[in-house]
């Protein structure tokens, strides 16, 4: 599916953040959002998660699909802005995140963005300094998304982005 606009998926589901590398909402009793674009789309997401949660702290769960720079850029910047909310993603990705050369691999990729859209971040910090996750997800782990809703994690090959790039 190809989606090329932000919005409403549908009731519960929704693309947040920028329509060319949204992030999935899934609101409900424990929100959860998917993914998070790059560095610099960080500031779009509080206004965006309050029009949607009323509250950006019900955010209970971010969870990444894989660890490159334009699907987990702006998850410092929310951790930063949602300190109870419970970051997952894989064992390899945890790893990722706290090697050195990942971390700069990240920044320099995603530097030529920050500096084209610079208009959008304004005075906020969107730096990737590296990425704490709280939650490791094993494939086939169920986790409670409340009022009867499930979320299962399925474990798919990676795909590299570019080619010197960590999984
Ligand atoms: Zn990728």
């Given at each position: 599916m190809i989606i090329e606009s932000k919005g409403?998926?549908?009731?519960?589901?929704y693309a947040i953040g920028a329509a060319e590398l949204p992030g999935y909402l899934f609101t409900g009793q424990y929100p959860v959002l998917l993914d998070a674009g790059?560095?610099?789309?960080?500031?779009?997401y509080p206004a965006e998660l309050k029009n949607r949660l009323?509250?950006?702290?019900?955010?209970?769960y971010h969870f990444l699909t894989h660890s490159h720079f334009d699907h987990a850029g702006a998850s410092p910047f929310l951790k930063r802005h949602i300190p109870n909310m419970q970051t997952g993603a894989s064992s390899a990705a945890a790893e990722t995140f706290r090697k050195p050369n990942a971390i700069e691999l990240i920044r320099n990729l995603s530097r030529p963005l920050e500096e084209k859209y610079g208009d959008l971040i304004g005075n906020e910090d969107v730096t990737f300094g590296g990425l704490e996750i709280d939650l490791v997800l094993d494939g086939g782990m169920k986790i409670d998304l409340g009022a009867g809703r499930t979320c299962m994690v399925v474990t798919t090959p990676g795909h590299r982005f570019p080619s010197t790039s960590p999984r």
């Open positions: 409403r998926i549908q009731d519960g589901i790059m560095t610099f789309m960080g500031p779009l009323e509250d950006v702290n019900r955010l209970k």
